[in-house]
């Protein structure tokens, strides 16, 4: 039986509904423009007579940056980055997260209290930059000469994603874990057999923040990575902005410099939008395990 | 545990005299043997404990070593030495630095103000928003129109700082006259033709002005977070179950009593959890986004402590022990806060994160 909506309720709905419209196309509205912008003619850019559509269009922008080595090497050192990046922090999370999980573990309290402590306090920017550079120090003193390296292995390690993984961890019935033990495997197949599989969708979701947090890294990556030819995608627009937003600028190209970087931005955000939608799905799962128990 | 003689002995009744208690000769092995065993128990699991290694190895170099660099905030800084064999200067740092006489330590003061006015906004606009969003995605009952807003109000969470940044200074950049002549950013723009601002502030660049940092700090920071931390409210919500509506409408309860009698309790705990995270990380502000909005015209309302530290530490190594200690102050008041809205949170509500 369906029961008539009281006025109070259907003002509610209609106000619900204007204002998540509202906000929905307030977060689309700087994509769409920036497309525009990115296709259109020099003169309609500079005088700001893009508002929606594309008016001029050209598509030289995306032709000179495609041209561009530096464009592509950036890009690849980004891909390299997030690859090497989240397979690394993965592997570490997992293994550490499935000890942490079982309550067999002496000391379980204080190694957790040892990876919590660091969500309290954070030593600060300054504090970890002279760390970065001792180790790379270190680094080159064993002959790992890229930078890249470092970036690598020293950082994006967050304490957070460990305690999702092994809250997920935590939730497996441990009969299944006997179950699999009666019949021989080892410590090893246990967690890829057993524990993995059952915990898929936290998985996906931690890998995901990780490898979104390697693809939008930049203030590391700009301080630890010297070589010009080692920048990810992020210093690299950053750079370009700062050429553009140079006054002394002289801008000679068919299309407005503004267009170069909004053609930059949505090469930069075109490899999230399309494998987002895939696993936006397992978020609200992933993350409503995210409750910090000690 | 220090034992004392007595705990060794018991009083024999039947004798009247003392003698060893046996029980406690049991204990006495046992601890003496503790060590070997937890040694026998490491040895036996020993895959177990490897799993934990590389974790326990990259949280030991990266995130308390550079705990130890803080110290540097107590010596006085000498390039060869690693900092626990450098002279010991005492507090003498965080003394010029509260003393605010110099003007590194007023640029302190200004850049700790700065902190606490971007959380505390941040605290006051941000937080209620995600809750704002989850109430309105809750009436939404298609699920189709559903997952459409949700796709597009999560997305801006996943675009980089650094994406973002340039979309922020390219839509309220500043006019120029090169060439044929540049106009303002858009947004600029319209803020014009809503009259909000004129047109030398436009032509200047919002970015430039110390007045409209603060601002644009937090409508991206909401334009950011709002649609993605709305999640965790709506999963509180519609685990709400259906029967407590219904009860609460046969009672005559209205949209507005619905929501405070229905609604609010049952995401009272969610809210507290996420306003502990939230104030304790009060004085955590993303000094990413201050570093890439900000620039020497907007320090006043712009620099916080973090980037305060960043740039006179990099810029010269006599300010490297001024700079960590700023950091020092930041961040064990920060750690003050967490503990400090935890602990209360759990005296006042039996929740609490940690």
Request: net charge neutral; aromatic share 14%.
């Amino acid at each position: 039986m369906k029961r008539k909506l009281e006025i109070s309720e259907l003002i509610f709905k209609i106000i619900s509904y204007v204002l998540l419209t509202v906000f929905a196309l307030c977060c689309l509205y700087p994509f769409v423009f920036a497309i525009s912008s990115a296709i259109s003619g020099r003169s309609v850019v500079e005088q700001g007579g893009i508002i929606l559509f594309p008016k001029q269009i050209q598509f030289e922008a995306f032709k000179v940056m495609f041209e561009d080595n530096m464009f592509w090497n950036a890009y690849a050192n980004t891909l390299f980055l997030t690859f090497y990046g989240t397979l690394w922090a993965m592997g570490v999370a997992i293994l550490g997260a499935y000890a942490l999980s079982k309550k067999r573990l002496l000391f379980r309290k204080g190694f957790n209290f040892f990876l919590v402590f660091t969500m309290w306090f954070s030593a600060g920017i300054l504090p970890q930059y002279r760390n970065y550079i001792n180790t790379r120090n270190v680094f080159q003193s064993v002959g790992i000469m890229d930078d890249k390296w470092l970036v690598v292995i020293a950082m994006g390690m967050a304490a957070m994603n460990i305690i999702l993984l092994r809250n997920a961890f935590e939730g497996v019935p441990s009969e299944i874990e006997e179950a699999a033990i009666v019949d021989g495997a080892t410590e090893m197949q246990v967690l890829t057999n057993v524990y993995l599989p059952m915990s898929k969708s936290t998985i996906a979701t931690v890998a995901l923040f990780f490898a979104i947090s390697r693809w939008n890294g930049y203030f590391w990556a700009k301080q630890m990575i010297s070589k010009y030819q080692e920048h990810p995608l992020q210093v690299f627009i950053r750079l370009k902005l700062e050429e553009i937003q140079n006054p002394e600028l002289i801008w000679a190209e068919p299309y407005a410099a503004d267009s170069a970087i909004y053609a930059l931005v949505i090469c930069a955000i075109i490899p999230i939008l399309i494998i987002y939608p895939f696993i936006q799905k397992y978020f609200a799962k992933g993350v409503n395990m995210g409750g910090v128990k000690e | 545990m220090k034992l004392k003689a007595v705990d060794y002995l018991v009083l024999d009744e039947k004798t009247g005299k003392y003698r060893e208690d046996p029980e406690q000769l049991v204990r006495d092995e046992v601890e003496k043997h503790r060590w070997k065993h937890v040694g026998l128990t490491i040895l036996k699991d020993w895959r177990l404990y490897l799993m934990l290694v590389p974790m326990l190895l990259v949280f030991f170099f990266w995130r308390y070593m550079p705990m130890y660099e803080l110290l540097s905030c107590f010596k006085v800084y000498d390039a060869n030495l690693p900092v626990a064999d450098q002279l010991y200067s005492g507090f003498s740092y965080f003394k010029e630095l509260f003393a605010g006489e110099t003007p590194l330590s007023q640029e302190f003061w200004r850049a700790f103000r700065n902190t606490f006015v971007i959380s505390f906004y941040g605290l006051c606009f941000g937080f209620p928003m995600p809750i704002i969003i989850a109430l309105f995605f809750n009436e939404i009952k298609s699920n189709i129109a559903r997952s459409v807003y949700q796709v597009l109000t999560y997305l801006p969470k996943f675009i980089s700082t650094v994406v973002m940044t340039t979309l922020v200074s390219l839509l309220v950049r500043q006019s120029s006259s090169a060439g044929a002549g540049i106009q303002m950013g858009i947004i600029s723009q319209l803020l014009y033709n809503l009259g909000i601002i004129t047109e030398e502030v436009g032509n200047a660049g919002l970015l430039n002005n110390p007045d409209f940092f603060r601002p644009i700090y937090q409508i991206t920071g909401i334009w950011e977070t709002a649609g993605y931390d709305s999640i965790v409210f709506f999963a509180a919500i519609i685990a709400i179950s259906p029967t407590s509506y219904e009860a609460a409408q046969i009672d005559g309860a209205n949209k507005w009593a619905q929501m405070r009698y229905v609604v609010l309790p049952s995401i009272l705990s969610t809210i507290v959890i996420m306003l502990i995270t939230r104030i304790g990380s009060l004085l955590n502000v993303g000094y990413e986004k201050v570093l890439l909005l900000y620039n020497d015209k907007t320090y006043v309302t712009a620099d916080v402590v973090s980037t305060f530290a960043q740039r006179n530490g990099l810029s010269s190594s006599f300010l490297i022990g001024i700079s960590s200690a700023a950091e020092m102050l930041n961040n064990v008041v920060g750690m003050l806060l967490v503990i400090g809205a935890n602990t209360i949170a759990r005296k006042a509500s039996d929740v609490s994160l940690y």
